[in-house]
């Protein structure tokens, strides 16, 4: 990977418990580390109860985090201790939900679901001002104007999730958390918000932390992947390269799970199954850089398993440990 | 029944639902059949109709539904015209339904063990006993571990995976002909769902069930179906065996659904959506209702509605490119990729030359 690339987030040993102490005491998150660049897409995958989504809460800071820190921009997100300096990491930092229908006002028009973080942020100059980048945020997500004075019940789940998309570009983020962006949608339609955030990314130089389930949808639109599974970090890797050659064993099951459009591919489908009790051995495990950005987690006799694999599947060409 | 093959056979279903903006015609003349032991996916969009359709099969219609014609025979009876007490009969026990949000479709005060044996007192008369002890073998069938201890489990102490299990167990308890399910990975995870499809595949093959299965996932579809129905705006707009539609598909909507999914091999680039929304059905488009999406659209499309045309003897399109008359068009690279695979599949073995020497 380009090293010479700047880090806008750094995540070190982040760790989100709830219940604290207590016998129903949940590892959400436990011990995850990763680092995204300015500019591109890092999926995180993971199924339902891996952490993927906690990880995203708390790292826009929707929890506080039981340990761990994340660094955006240089500076610790924790330790942000007046209230223009936190002003300023909301503004920075946005998120895109999961379900378009919750996740906006029913008794709000869409000027001011899309507006509230302008008004919060006083980016606007007057009433005309606002009105006009409200405008210009709902013809970027392919809206029109006269959308703006409607009530949200009176759009699609495609549309709802483009008003979604114009309230996080509102306050001109640098970074968006997208958190299962278009798991409610049809299949014609995620196509479509899809292909937007990609254009916008390019145009306004949006990083985005793109959380999902869906592999082929998150190997698509992700320059970067990591793979959870119960609240740790698997693998990490490019996204080609994790989905063609996955080193570690629960990428290679999950991976061979994802249905693929194709009859001819599901007769011949050998689903790899993954044994969960491996990771349950106590041993010590950190991320180890198998081959040229691509991590596994791994305990220290697990490294050449997973070096020998690199090498069958020609990611590394020689033994550099 | 026309085909003693056929287990249902729905012929120019129409639906409309009073709202307070109108009739909402959901359902537009939709005829198909089931067969034996098949299973049939019907794959569209959210509003195109596959789930009113499959729940009209149920009898299980919202109050403000009218069926305004068509018929649905069921060994020989028209299912519209059967009574609420008559459809009780039949539902769970002959035909029964998986719905997609395993969270709702479980009692949350009834222990998973009664839910399971209901079914068994209700349609066969067992006493409580020997349905629980059904209920037990159903709940190892499904594949839920140590079930003699979560027999008396509630549903929020299960997972979600593990709750559609269940809501499985409790559609084929009775071994019905015919289950209808409708989205059911949908709410799950991708190695959940390859689990519960593989159940399904399993199950079917030991009770001879004939499923039903509605999904807009097309892999999922891939790895299922038998066949194959597109929906719509309210219509079927083209049917066939699993390999005529994802290999040799006619109608540019199934083309613009191809299109618009990422494989695992997709490379870069943008992917080619569907432009704009499904029409409106209080008022349905004249004509093909696809046209307004299609880049293939033509003049008539916008004036007649297009008829099926056959495509093989089992695959069938309404479309009005398939006309004799109409210009060769070049469908988008994607599916002529797939042609071009299916028609290295219909080519017959070459002959195998005996060059080995005994």
């Known amino acids: 990977m380009p090293e010479e690339r700047k880090k806008i987030l750094e995540v070190h040993h982040l760790k989100q418990y709830f219940n604290v102490g207590k016998r129903d005491e949940v590892r959400a998150v436990d011990d995850v580390s990763f680092d995204i660049y300015e500019g591109e897409t890092f999926g995180l995958v993971g199924e339902s109860g891996s952490g993927k989504t906690t990880a995203g809460r708390a790292i826009i800071h929707l929890y506080e985090p039981t340990d761990g820190e994340i660094i955006f921009d240089g500076k610790d997100v924790s330790k942000l201790h007046t209230k223009a300096e936190k002003h300023e990491f909301r503004r920075e930092m946005q998120m895109i939900f999961q379900d378009p229908y919750a996740s906006l006002n029913p008794r709000m028009k869409v000027k001011d679901i899309v507006a509230e973080g302008i008004d919060i942020h006083g980016l606007a100059k007057d009433d005309a001002d606002r009105t006009k980048q409200v405008e210009d945020l709902l013809e970027t997500v392919g809206l029109n104007k006269d959308h703006s004075s409607r009530y949200p019940h009176e759009f699609s789940g495609g549309q709802r999730q483009r008003i979604g998309i114009a309230r996080a570009l509102a306050v001109e983020p640098k970074f968006i958390i997208a958190d299962e962006p278009i798991s409610a949608l049809d299949v014609s339609i995620q196509a479509q918000v899809v292909n937007l955030m990609k254009e916008l990314q390019v145009k306004q130089n949006l990083t985005y932390l793109f959380i999902a389930h869906d592999l082929s949808m998150v190997k698509y639109i992700s320059d970067r992947i990591g793979v959870m599974h119960y609240g740790k970090i698997l693998e990490i890797g490019p996204a080609d390269e994790v989905y063609t050659h996955p080193l570690h064993a629960y990428t290679k099951s999950l991976i061979s799970a994802v249905p693929v459009p194709d009859p001819e591919f599901e007769r011949n489908r050998k689903q790899v199954p993954y044994d969960e009790s491996r990771e349950k051995d106590d041993k010590k495990r950190r991320m180890v850089e198998i081959a040229p950005g691509h991590f596994v987690r791994a305990s220290e006799d697990e490294v050449p398993m997973y070096t020998q694999r690199a090498i069958d599947a020609g990611l590394v060409t020689e033994f550099s440990e | 029944m026309e085909n003693p093959e056929n287990v249902i056979e729905v012929r120019n279903l129409q639906i409309d639902f009073h709202t307070y903006a109108g009739e909402v015609k959901a359902i537009r003349d939709v005829s198909f059949d089931l067969r034996k032991g098949e299973t049939l996916a019907i794959v569209g969009e959210s509003g195109s109709g596959k789930s009113v359709t499959t729940r009209s099969l149920m009898g299980l219609l919202a109050p403000n539904a009218v069926i305004k014609g068509g018929s649905i025979m069921f060994h020989g009876d028209d299912i519209i015209k059967k009574s609420e007490k008559e459809m009780q009969h039949i539902r769970g026990k002959d035909i029964a339904m998986i719905f997609q949000d395993p969270m709702t479709s479980l009692d949350p005060t009834m222990r998973i063990g009664m839910q399971i044996a209901e079914p068994l007192m209700k349609h066969k008369g067992l006493k409580k006993k020997e349905a629980i002890s059904q209920a037990l073998e159903m709940l190892k069938l499904v594949g839920i571990t140590d079930p003699e201890a979560r027999l008396n489990d509630y549903p929020y102490q299960f997972s979600g995976g593990m709750r559609q299990r269940i809501v499985i167990a409790i559609a084929l308890v009775c071994y019905p002909e015919v289950l209808i399910?409708?989205?059911?990975?949908?709410?799950?995870?991708?190695?959940?769902?390859?689990?519960?499809?593989?159940?399904?595949?399993?199950?079917?093959?030991?009770?001879?069930?004939?499923?039903?299965?509605?999904t807009h996932d097309l892999g999922v579809v891939a790895g299922m179906a038998d066949r194959v129905a597109v929906m719509y705006a309210g219509k079927i707009v083209e049917y066939g065996t699993v390999d005529e539609i994802f290999f040799n598909p006619q109608h540019p909507y199934t083309w613009g659904l191809l299109n618009s999914m990422p494989t695992l091999n997709t490379a870069g680039g943008s992917l080619r959506a569907i432009p704009g929304t499904p029409p409106d059905l209080l008022d349905p488009p004249v004509g093909d209702a696809f046209a307004a999406r299609s880049d293939y659209a033509m003049k008539i499309d916008t004036e007649k509605e297009p008829p099926f045309f056959k495509v093989s003897d089992t695959h069938y399109?309404?479309?009005?490119?398939?006309h004799p008359d109409a210009p060769k068009v070049t469908p988008p690279a994607e599916i002529v990729r797939r042609q071009k695979k299916f028609a290295e599949m219909q080519r017959p073995e070459p002959p195998i030359k005996n060059t080995t020497k005994e």
């Not at chain 2, 995870?189 to 159940?199: E, G, N, P, W, Y």
């Not at chain 2, 079917?204 to 069930?209: F, L, M």
């Open chain 2, 317 to 322: 399109a309404a479309t009005w490119l398939l």
């Open chain 2, 181 to 214: 399910a409708d989205e059911p990975t949908t709410a799950l995870d991708v190695t959940i769902q390859a689990q519960i499809l593989d159940l399904m595949k399993d199950l079917q093959n030991r009770i001879d069930t004939s499923i039903i299965f509605i």
